[in-house]
Nanobody, 114 residues
Framework: VQLQAFGGGLVQPGGSLRLSCAAP????????MGWYRQAPGKERELVAT???????NYADFVEGRFTISRDNAKNTVFLQMISLKPEDTAVYYC?????????WGQGTQVTVSS
């Protein structure tokens, strides 16, 4: 399964971005999806997940600023981010998990800087 993450970029503190993760047709409907991020010199960490039943979970640092959503008909998962902070700077990856199989996208760079 090939996942394509896009929507990253350079944004000022307090700004917003919407990340998208596109998956092949019919690949996400029964899958758990997630967004993770990895900052330079740090380990990859969970940002948000959404199960196949649309149950959502967020990392503590999100603090209500991010919203994960899924559109099964479009085979896409989104991460809406607002009130971005410099510490949100990282490469953001999407993940698809179905049973014991796990797939990762290639990542999209988010840079929050003035």
């Amino acid at each position: 399964v090939q996942l394509q993450a896009f929507g990253g970029g350079l944004v000022q503190p307090g700004g917003s971005l919407r990340l998208s993760c596109a998956a092949p047709r019919n690949s996400i409907r029964t899958a758990d999806m997630g967004w993770y991020r990895q900052a330079p010199g740090k380990e990859r960490e969970l940002v948000a997940t959404v199960t196949s039943r649309n149950n959502k979970n967020y990392a503590d640092f999100v603090e209500g600023r991010f919203t994960i959503s899924r559109d099964n008909a479009k085979n896409t998962v989104f991460l809406q981010m607002i009130s971005l902070k410099p510490e949100d700077t990282a490469v953001y990856y999407c993940k698809l998990a179905k049973g014991f199989r796990v797939y990762w996208g290639q990542g999209t760079q988010v840079t929050v800087s003035s």
